[in-house]
């Protein structure tokens, strides 16, 4: 397995919402409308930058209040880092727009 996959598969790591061209929270909202959101795990070379199709079933938006950017989102959704299949789950504080996550390898 790649070294970047096997490490982020292993217990939470630090997570950000990579949005532009504005970090907000309004910015965030049509991401997750589009069902399409950009993850930066921030703790590797560089910042590791993915994009990440939602799987609407799999993630809860439920403790989200983004009119007073106050709660949590739980995304996850499915995309290939390294030619390797994952899932990635993270979760946002409404508030930073920072959380945490991690990759779960998915067999085929």
Same mark, same amino acid.
């Given at each position: 397995?790649?070294?970047?996959?096997?490490?982020?598969?292993?217990?939470?790591? /630090?997570?950000?919402?990579?949005?532009? /061209?504005? @970090? %907000?929270?309004?910015?965030? @909202?049509?991401?997750?409308?589009?069902?399409?959101?950009?993850?930066?795990? $921030?703790? %590797?070379?560089?910042? $590791?930058?993915?994009?990440?199709?939602?799987? /609407?079933?799999?993630?809860? +938006?439920?403790?989200?209040?983004? *009119? #007073?950017?106050?709660?949590?989102? #739980?995304?996850?959704?499915? +995309?290939?880092?390294?030619?390797?299949?994952?899932?990635?789950?993270?979760?946002?504080?409404?508030? $930073?727009?920072?959380?945490?996550? #991690?990759? *779960? /390898?998915?067999? *085929?």
């Amino acid at each position: 397995m790649n070294e970047l996959v096997q490490r982020l598969s292993q217990g939470n790591h /630090p997570v950000e919402a990579s949005l532009r /061209p504005e @970090k %907000t929270i309004a910015a965030l @909202k049509e991401s997750i409308d589009r069902g399409y959101v950009h993850i930066k795990f $921030t703790q %590797t070379k560089g910042g $590791t930058d993915l994009g990440v199709r939602l799987d /609407p079933k799999a993630s809860n +938006l439920k403790e989200a209040d983004f *009119e #007073h950017e106050a709660g949590k989102v #739980h995304l996850v959704g499915n +995309l290939t880092l390294n030619y390797i299949k994952v899932r990635c789950i993270a979760d946002i504080d409404l508030k $930073t727009l920072e959380g945490s996550g #991690h990759l *779960e /390898p998915i067999e *085929e």
